[in-house]
């Protein structure tokens, strides 16, 4: 489990707000599962119960057949329907004792059925229901931090539901079934034994609440040093081409040996803290045996020591031995079982934390957008990530079919505006209209299957790749996914593939490049036909050639066709109806890339450096791009 400062954890606020998140976990996710939770309660009550008729039968048998001292009877059965021959009642014996033991496994195996069943459907539906809120959070819940923390609700945080759901409430029914039963029995025989033989018990329950008490803090201890660990081994792979590179192999070795060591203590502490823990309990049970059998053997041979008075068969004496012992380790559970209840309750409180939270965009509207000419109108749009604002005022219309460029420095906004189209975020103020539609006003569905978006880092899921083009477009049939593939120039690199069209690529699959990986993304938007499309940066990654093929797929994509394009090599949008530039968050310049030329601005001296007809950007552009540096440095810290 990772550790988290209040500032990783977004949903640390809404949290707090949950209250009896396990009586919610049982409210709303516990009765479908009723049938479950009854098989399961009370198979454990049966199964329990008959694993101490062995026992009861063991102690008759000695008292009745054996020694026969006493009368050879059974508690609820009239002795009439008993044998009376010694063979007789020590077949019965037997018999029942088979017989408990065969009844008891039957009971046991519905007993697991029952736990089970339940932990592994509740436990299934909350990880659904919590993936599914997950996405449909905004995208400020996905920087690096916070997926880190999401990754471990969905994993970590159901996981230890399910242990709880499991394990936890099958011990503490075994332990409130063995209690209960063994302690009546007890007193049934000889209350005055039970006195005696039960003295350990309140002394194992003060003793365990120290030891929970005690390793608690240890426990959280080792949470967090093994968070820091597989931060440090995450982060590690991700960079492994950086440590290779700046070979510094044997730092990092350094590094996670101390992460490690780090782990290795507080687990040892912990490790330390239960070694001691269970022989003690061992002793103090052992403390409870001696006595029992010191206060129970003397009165057998010599009658009722001290205070006590009355007789002790030897069978009974055998009874209380026995089932004292059966009690013990049910009484040591008890501080595990209050652990796995609380680490529970802090899980599922998280769990819910997600579940409660509003950040989702707001509302979705049921309206659904509309696209008849496709004309896109910002409107006086101010945007930040926080407070501060990274793009403001921006105001521009793109006509219907046009293409609109979105140019300038790194870091000036241009993701930022066609970010606020898709509605990844929404706009502080001001407005985006597609058609006079408020983007806000129409449902995200219909919103984002009108825009196709090619993006500068395309990710591919892992699958094969025609199920990678047709991604979002589920219905095409073979003959389009091949045909858009032709169109984004990436039928040939297919076709050469392995197992062409079937190649799994993704995650575990093969590799494609950078250029490889943009052209299945661009097959996916020919495929999607959208109305309006959104081409992020979509051709950086390939080389001169390929991206003078992929052009020429584009344009025909692009003609007639409402079109958001951002590219460093100007070259490839020259030819845009309109050109914005961008320079920290404002709009500088507008026009073509005629105009633009004669106005001599920012995009001249852009052009000019591109092309090659001056060498460097005037001082003016440098120093304004040194200061932006500077302050995104300083608001890094
Ligand atoms: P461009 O596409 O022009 O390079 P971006 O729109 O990507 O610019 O970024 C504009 C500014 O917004 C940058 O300063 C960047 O650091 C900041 N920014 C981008 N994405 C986020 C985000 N998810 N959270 C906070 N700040 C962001």
New binding site residues.
């Given amino acids: 489990m990772a550790v988290h400062d209040a500032d990783d954890d977004p949903f640390e606020a809404q949290r707090a707000t949950v209250d009896d998140s396990i009586r919610r976990l049982f409210r709303e996710y516990g009765l479908d599962n009723t049938v479950e939770y009854a098989v399961g309660i009370l198979a454990s009550l049966v199964a329990r119960l008959l694993d101490l008729i062995p026992p009861l039968m063991l102690g008759l048998a000695i008292d009745s057949i054996f020694l026969q001292e006493q009368a050879f009877s059974l508690r609820f059965v009239p002795d009439a329907w008993l044998p009376s021959t010694q063979e007789g009642q020590f077949a019965l014996t037997v018999g029942i004792i088979a017989g408990s033991f065969l009844l008891g496994a039957v009971f046991h195996w519905l007993r697991n059925w029952g736990w089970n069943a339940s932990a592994q459907n509740i436990t299934h539906e909350i990880r659904v229901d919590s993936y599914s809120q997950m996405q449909r959070l905004g995208?400020?819940f996905f920087?690096d931090k916070q997926t880190g923390e999401l990754m471990s609700i969905l994993s970590n945080d159901v996981n230890q539901l399910e242990r709880f759901l499991n394990d936890g409430l099958n011990s503490a029914s075994r332990l409130i079934v063995m209690v209960i039963a063994i302690a009546a029995i007890l007193f049934t025989l000889n209350p005055q034994l039970a006195l005696v033989a039960l003295v350990p018990v309140p002394l194992i329950a003060a003793f365990t609440y120290a030891f929970i008490t005690i390793i608690r803090p240890k426990y959280k201890k080792m949470r967090a040093t093994v968070g820091s660990l597989n931060s440090r081994l995450e982060n590690n792979l991700g960079g492994i081409q950086v440590i290779k590179s700046s070979n510094t192999e044997r730092y990092e070795d350094d590094r996670v040996d101390d992460a490690s060591m780090e782990y290795y203590d507080a687990n040892w502490d912990a490790i330390w803290t239960r070694i001691k823990f269970f022989p003690t309990l061992q002793a103090i049970s052992g403390v409870g045996f001696v006595l029992t059998f010191l206060v129970g053997g003397y009165w057998i041979f010599a009658g009722a020591p001290g205070p006590l008075t009355g007789t002790l068969s030897v069978g009974d004496f055998v009874v209380f031995i026995t089932l004292t012992q059966q009690l013990i380790w049910p009484m040591a559970q008890f501080g595990q079982i209050i652990n796995m209840y609380q680490r529970a309750d802090a899980s599922s409180a998280r769990i819910f934390g997600l579940m409660d939270e509003p950040g989702v965009l707001a509302e979705d509207a049921d309206t659904d957008l509309v696209v008849e000419d496709g004309r896109v109108e910002y409107d006086g749009v101010t945007f930040g990530?926080?407070e501060d604002p990274?793009?403001e005022n921006i105001d521009f219309t793109v006509e219907p079919g046009e293409t609109a460029a979105?140019v300038?420095?790194?870091?000036?906004?241009?993701?930022?505006?066609l970010?606020l189209l898709l509605r990844m975020y929404d706009v502080d103020s001001g407005a985006i209209r597609i058609d006079g539609q408020d983007v806000r006003n129409v449902s995200l569905r219909s919103l984002r299957q009108s825009i196709g978006y090619v993006s500068q880092d395309t990710f591919l899921f892992y699958g094969t790749v025609r199920e990678n083009i047709a991604y979002g477009t589920f219905t095409a049939d073979d003959e389009a996914v091949v045909e858009a593939a032709k169109a984004a120039e990436a039928h040939d690199f297919i076709s050469d593939l392995p197992n062409g069209y079937d190649t799994m690529v993704g995650e575990r699959g093969v590799k494609l490049s950078g250029g490889q990986r943009q052209r299945v993304s661009i097959a996916r938007a020919i495929l999607k036909d959208p109305e309006i499309l959104v081409l992020?940066e979509a051709t950086s990654d390939v080389d001169t050639e390929t991206e003078m093929l992929i052009q020429r797929s584009l344009d025909d994509l692009t003609e007639n066709r409402t079109t958001f394009a951002?590219a460093h090599r100007l070259s490839t949008i020259k030819d845009a109806e309109g050109i914005v530039v961008?320079e920290d968050?404002r709009i500088v310049e507008r026009g073509e890339h005629d105009e633009l030329l004669e106005n001599g601005g920012l995009y001249a001296h852009l052009w000019g450096v591109q092309a090659g007809e001056i060498d460097e950007l005037p001082e003016e552009f440098i120093e304004r791009a040194a200061k932006r540096q500077a302050r995104?440095e300083a608001?890094d810290d």
């Avoid at 300038?408 to 505006?417: C, L, N």
């Fill in positions: 995208m400020e920087s990530y926080d990274i793009v979105l300038g420095p790194t870091g000036a906004g241009k993701s930022t505006v970010k992020d951002i961008l968050g995104t608001g």
